[in-house]
């Protein structure tokens, strides 16, 4: 078998199981929002011994922060003369690394319209 063959049995062997996950996905969706609606009318908070404790909770804000609007912040402070301000937030940037991965962009299916 050719390389791009196996190239192509395996994305396929992919593109089959992303479907899969796909439909178990929206199937647990489904799932979690009846059973949200069961404990909702439970009183919020359900405790099935040995097994789980299911509870509805809160909504919440999480607050995050622009980072590319920080960096141009940073670059026009150091431009006013403000350097000492922005070293300060500038030593507040973390990094974290990640492993390079393979990246698949499927191909838009087109449209009877678009093939003729």
């Known amino acids: 078998m050719s390389n791009a063959a196996q190239i192509a049995t395996l994305y396929q062997t992919i593109a089959t199981v992303d479907d899969q996950i796909a439909n178990l996905n929206a199937e ?3 799932a979690r929002t009846a059973l949200s609606s069961l404990i909702e009318a439970a009183g919020g908070k359900v405790v099935l011994d040995g097994i789980a404790t299911m509870e509805i909770t809160r909504p919440t804000v999480i607050a ?5 609007g920080l960096e141009d912040l940073v670059r026009k402070l150091i431009a006013n003369g403000r350097a000492g301000i922005a070293e ?3 030593k507040q940037r973390k990094e974290h690394h990640r492993a390079g991965s393979l990246r698949i962009t499927k191909v838009k299916a087109m449209t009877e319209h678009e093939t003729h």
């Open 88 to 90: 300060m937030i500038a």
């Open 64 to 68: 995050s922060y622009d980072r590319a």
């Open 28 to 30: 647990r969706e489904q």
